[in-house]
């Protein structure tokens, strides 16, 4: 008469014989949540890009609601940033899932540092350069998001030489999102090219 194995050896012989199976499962359960993203990213720059000729989008920020609304992106020859109510509501933005930003800075120390005027303009320039992806305060909305990206990033860039002739984590920061933000335009000026039904999976 056969002797049977213990219930324990033939347990670990089952799970052994579907590990296999099991890991073609979980790679594809995780290709799926990664497209998922992807497709949720690239419909952003599908949203953003469908505004650059302006007009299509309400303003639904509570930033817009609680400063007077600024009709036009326009810059101050002095601080040479946008008005108030347009960095505040840019500002507004900082924790949106799939804005880079939160990886080179910490969105709650540089906010609270904004607060007490503790954040130099190219830094802050550079950020409101990527917010201005999620936008939708009326003067940034009313030009469409390529052209209110590319004012941003046109003030920044000018700071660029003297941040690399004086070296600073601060500026280090702003040069790195400076270059997102010129990552952004990038893909914007592409994203009718595309797609992200492509990348889809079913």
Known sequence: MPQRQPRNKRRADSDSAHAPALATLASLASCKRHHRHLDTSLSVYSLAASQGSGGGRNSSSSSSATLPSTAQLTFDPKTRLPPPDIVEELLSHMDQEFNI??????????????????????????????????????????????????????????????????????????????????????????????????????
């Open 101 to 202: 930003i939160s990886k080179i800075v910490q969105p709650k120390k540089l906010l609270a540092a904004h607060q007490h005027g503790g954040v130099c303009t190219f830094l802050l320039l550079a950020v409101l350069a990527n917010n201005a992806l999620f936008s939708e305060h009326p003067a940034i909305v009313s030009i469409g998001t390529v052209p209110a990206v590319r004012a941003l990033v046109d003030r920044a860039k000018v700071f660029v030489p003297d941040a690399l002739e004086t070296p600073s984590v601060t500026c280090c920061q702003a040069v790195l999102l400076l270059s997102v933000a010129y990552m952004h335009l990038g893909m914007l000026d592409v994203s009718s090219h595309y797609s992200s039904k492509y990348y889809s999976i079913t």
